[in-house]
């Protein structure tokens, strides 16, 4: 990672941490590092869009990029129609599951590949200097909101088939699914109960969404529905919700496709790619059903990353990030329920059914700290995590992270005692926090 971009882009508060200028940096840096390329941008909802997308196309025309803005979409629909129109980079404005005052920026290459980690460096490298062009060589700007209706038709085309009788509650954060995900699943013959489908950015993510799946338990409920799935912002990640109420996420929807696909001769080498926070009990079940879990450090860029270097075909984190790497390039929330939704269909089973699984009980908390990386690196955290995991032998685990997208740090703690994690997680929280108050 470099100085400005995290494990997902670079996200920040806008004008705090994101500003106009940083924005215009970057838009200006892939001027100088390819001549005259071809820009695509879309966005999220947020009402800071315009703004960011503007700075951006700026820096970019002013060293002589033709910028075409698609308008709000999904951050898989950029990366889709980057490759579909061979545009040089894809931008998203986003900050995907963050509240409506962060924004964020994540660039994609002409597959529809996030930048590594080099690659996003490269463009820091480049906010030293500034390539301004003299007239007529500036750049040119052309709006086309239309180009999303390709994505659109892309994921009806992904289902295999119809999903005519089923009836789907879809809980759109406010973001930018709010119009295509009922559209396709309408599209697709499925009855579609929409909510929090409105473009409104200052109540994206608000107690909506992938991050509040509880919500949409209860409107499942109430519509006595076969499933929901919830998106987050910008639509990358999915978390479903079963008929009875069950909340599942991405580790549980990656279980169950990767033995539904292996069933279809779909799964490549048998094998699946998980993070270090996928459940313990979902390793050793697709274990007995003889499919491999490979595992990566936590962020999507990782396991996208093994898949790639496996040449395997599904992986995601338990955020609800999934790629099907058959299908798509970066992780999709609406192509990834889709594939939920046909395998419900093709294999004539409830979703409680295709997901029946006795997780280990995990706890997931996390602090808010001053300086992540000093904590990271105290002596004492690293002592007592090692203590607490010897102790948990081959029964358990505890991990500490640092947040790539903020200034947390996040605490898990595995094993099959959901008191025992609850004790060790809120000692080592209590450590981290006085470490944190520590001058």
């Known amino acids: 990672m470099g100085l400005f971009f995290g494990t997902d882009g670079l996200r920040g508060k806008v004008n705090e941490d994101l500003s106009f200028n940083i924005a215009y940096k970057i838009g200006n840096a892939l001027s100088i590092l ?16 315009t703004y960011l997308t503007l700075a951006v196309a700026s ?10 803005d698609v308008g709000v979409i999904p951050t898989a629909g950029v990366a889709y129609l980057t490759r579909k129109i061979k545009a040089d980079y894809g931008i998203v404005i986003s900050a995907s599951h963050n509240s409506g005052e962060y924004n964020g920026i994540k660039i994609f290459n002409s597959d529809g590949y996030k930048l590594s980690d080099k ?4 463009i820091e490298r480049c ?14 700007y052309e709006q086309n909101f239309n180009l999303s209706k390709l994505y659109k038709n892309y994921l009806v085309k992904a289902s295999e088939n119809s999903l005519k009788g089923l009836t789907v509650v879809l809980d759109g954060a406010y973001g930018a699914s709010h119009r295509i995900a009922p559209d396709v699943f309408r599209k697709l013959g499925a009855s579609v109960i929409a909510a929090n489908c409105v473009n409104d950015g200052k109540k994206i993510n608000e107690n909506c969404g992938a991050l509040y799946p509880e919500n949409l338990v209860k409107r499942v ?3 006595k529905a076969d499933v929901g799935f ?10 479903a919700v079963d008929e009875k109420g069950n909340i599942i996420d991405g580790d549980m929807i990656i279980y169950g496709l990767a033995k539904y696909l292996k069933k279809q001769g779909k799964l490549k080498k048998d094998a699946v790619v998980g993070t270090s926070h996928t459940n313990m009990a979902i390793e050793e079940d697709l274990a007995s059903e003889g499919i491999e879990l490979i595992r990566t450090d936590i962020g999507d860029k990782y396991v996208l990353s093994k898949l790639i270097e496996k040449d395997l075909s599904l992986g995601g984190e338990q955020s609800g990030h999934v790629i099907i790497k058959d299908y798509a390039t970066t992780g999709d929330g609406i192509l990834t329920a ?22 280990y009980p995990q706890v997931n908390k996390n602090v808010v700290v001053e300086d992540k990386f000093r904590i990271m690196n105290s002596e004492e955290l690293g002592k007592v995590v090692a203590k607490y995991n010897a102790e ?8 500490i992270r640092a947040s790539g997208t903020e200034p947390k740090i996040r605490v898990m703690v595995e094993s099959k005692n959901k008191e025992l994690n609850e004790n060790i997680a809120n000692t080592v929280v209590g450590i981290i926090k006085r470490i944190n108050a520590e001058v």
């Open 338 to 359: 889709i594939i939920v939704a046909n395998m419900i269909i093709k294999e004539k089973v409830t979703m409680s059914e295709a997901l029946k699984i006795d997780l």
């Open 119 to 122: 690659e996003e460096e490269r």
């Open 392 to 399: 948990l032998g081959s029964g358990g685990r505890i991990m």
């Open 230 to 239: 919830a998106f987050d912002g910008d639509s990358d990640r999915l978390i």
């Open 34 to 49: 390819k001549e005259n390329p071809t820009v695509l941008i879309g966005s999220d909802t947020r009402i800071s869009n």
């Open 221 to 223: 409920f109430r519509y």
């Open 59 to 68: 820096g970019a025309m002013s060293g002589g990029a033709k910028v075409m």
């Open 127 to 140: 906010f030293i200097r500034e390539k301004v062009n003299a007239f007529p060589d500036i750049g040119t």
